[in-house]
Nanobody, 127 residues
Framework: QVQLQESGPGLVKPSQTLFLTCTVS??????????WSWIRQPPGKDLEWIGV???????YYNPSLKSRASIFRDTSRNQFTLQLSSVTPKDTAVYYC???????????????????WGQGTQVSVSS
């Protein structure tokens, strides 16, 4: 059974770059038909899809975040990382990593499309 765990700073200052890492256990990131996404939920709002990295290392992003977001992987550590630059208080949210068996490029995302989720990590952007 695949399990995911997010890690990263709980507090980031405006204009800084946020790095969040998702550590995967029970499955390998390059496995065929495994797709690894970042999703967030701002306070009081719906889920927002950020982007996905595929089994063959292709990436796709939410157009509204594409200029600031980057997802990359480290297969030796079985981790994938979200880099989000020039953060503002609007980026305050609970951030989740999630796995799917199909490539979903959909915003807002549907929870049932993903068969594994991390527990989520709170990120606050404040000076």
């Amino acid at each position: 059974q695949v399990q995911l765990q997010e890690s990263g700073p709980g507090l980031v200052k405006p204009s800084q770059t946020l790095f969040l890492t998702c550590t995967v256990s029970g499955g390998s990131i390059p496995t065929n038909n495994y797709y690894w996404s970042w999703i967030r939920q701002p306070p009081g709002k719906d889920l927002e899809w950020i982007g996905v990295i595929t089994d063959n290392d292709n990436t796709y992003y939410n157009p509204s975040l594409k200029s600031r977001a980057s997802i990359f992987r480290d297969t030796s550590r079985n981790q994938f990382t979200l880099q989000l630059s020039s953060v503002t208080p609007k980026d305050t949210a609970v951030y989740y990593c999630a796995k799917a068996r199909h490539l979903y490029i959909r915003n807002p995302p549907r929870r049932d499309d993903y068969d594994a989720w991390g527990q989520g990590t709170q990120v606050s952007v404040s000076s």
